[in-house]
């Protein structure tokens, strides 16, 4: 059988133009170069300092007073719940009452220190027990100093870090003693040190 081979133009299709595939190396070689000179160049540095705003004054905006809102009756809801056994819900209840404490709510004040000091008796869970100190210690109820002490362990140092700065600005000889010789010897862990330091600058005794 004979081959025909019909030239492109039967089809519509022009023959490529040699002046195009010159161009076409023209322009990947100007994008060469260009890359090579920026390469050469480094990377662009601005000059000076960059610019920023300044005022001539502080700007003053218009924000509404934060206030902190809570039912009525609440305060007595939150006690309630610290007669229940959950580790998780005694914290969140401690973590709310310093909140108020803070804030100067009528409602939270001295009077709750007996329901306080019954769960951190009941708790043994760490961070309840260092929840509810922290309300005990705002408030500088002083007589949970017999429960502060017998809570206080060498294995658990966070508990310690609460309590025992408290008991020596409350006067309690024995941490003050204990963190004297903690600081003496010499087998001491540094943490421990830092911690006798600590607890030694709140004790106004003459020991310390």
């Given amino acids: 059988m004979r081959r025909v081979f019909l030239p492109p133009q039967q089809f519509g299709c022009r023959n490529p133009s040699p002046v195009w595939r010159v161009s076409q190396v023209l322009v990947i070689l100007v994008g060469l170069i260009m890359v090579g000179e920026a390469q050469e160049a480094g990377p662009i540095v601005p000059e000076g300092p960059r610019p920023f705003l ?17 039912e009525k009756g609440v305060i007595p809801l939150w006690l309630k719940a610290l007669k229940r056994t959950e580790d998780e819900l005694t914290l969140r209840v401690a973590e709310a009452l310093l909140v108020a404490w803070n804030m100067g709510f009528s409602e939270v004040n001295k009077d709750i220190g007996d329901d306080l000091l019954e769960a951190f008796q009941k708790t043994q869970d760490v961070t309840a027990r260092i929840g509810l100190a922290r309300v005990l210690i705002a408030m500088d109820v002083k007589n949970a100093s017999d429960l502060f002490a017998a809570a206080v362990t060498p294995d658990s140092y966070s508990l310690c870090e609460v309590l025992e700065p408290a008991l020596a600005r409350w006067g309690h000889e024995p941490t003050i003693k204990r963190n004297l010789a903690r600081l003496n010897d010499q087998n001491t862990l540094d943490v421990w040190k830092r911690l006798a330091i600590r607890v030694l600058g709140e004790s106004s005794s003459t020991q310390a």
């Fill in 54 to 70: 300044h005022f001539e004054r502080e700007p003053e905006y218009d924000l509404p007073e934060l206030k902190f809102l809570h």
